[in-house]
């Protein structure tokens, strides 16, 4: 089993910045692959930044330019630098990890943009 602690949501202003981090914890590989996803409420979950084992990353199009996916392999921890923030960035943000097709999820972590 795989723990995930997630970490860094909160209240923002338009503009401003956040870093999300999430660690997994217990039986993890050292192949695999973390993401963060969000979700706002009457929305399905997206895809915002992902990274494969290789470091190869991945962004959703309203990300590119302005978030940051990156990992600290030796903990399975994965981090979500988020600048120029926008309202419609308002979502609860789920940590995921992958490996040898096992998906485990984080519990989530409300970030809101709002003046």
């Known amino acids: 089993q795989v723990q995930l602690v997630e970490s860094g949501g909160g209240l923002v202003q338009p503009g401003g910045s956040l870093r999300l981090s999430c660690a997994a914890s217990?039986?993890?590989?050292?192949?695999?692959?973390m993401g963060w996803y969000r979700q706002a409420p009457g929305k399905e979950r997206e895809l915002v930044a992902f990274?494969?084992?290789?470091?190869?990353?991945t962004y959703a199009d309203s990300a590119k330019g302005r978030f940051t996916i990156s990992r600290a392999n030796a903990v399975s921890a994965v981090f979500l630098q988020m600048n120029s923030l926008r309202p419609g960035d308002t979502a609860t943000y789920y940590c995921?990890?992958?490996?040898?097709?096992?998906?485990?999820w984080g519990q989530g972590t409300q970030v809101t943009v709002s003046s």
């Open positions: 990274i494969s084992s290789s470091d190869r990353t």
């Open positions: 217990g039986t993890t590989s050292s192949i695999n692959a």
């Open positions: 995921r990890y992958s490996s040898f097709g096992y998906d485990y």
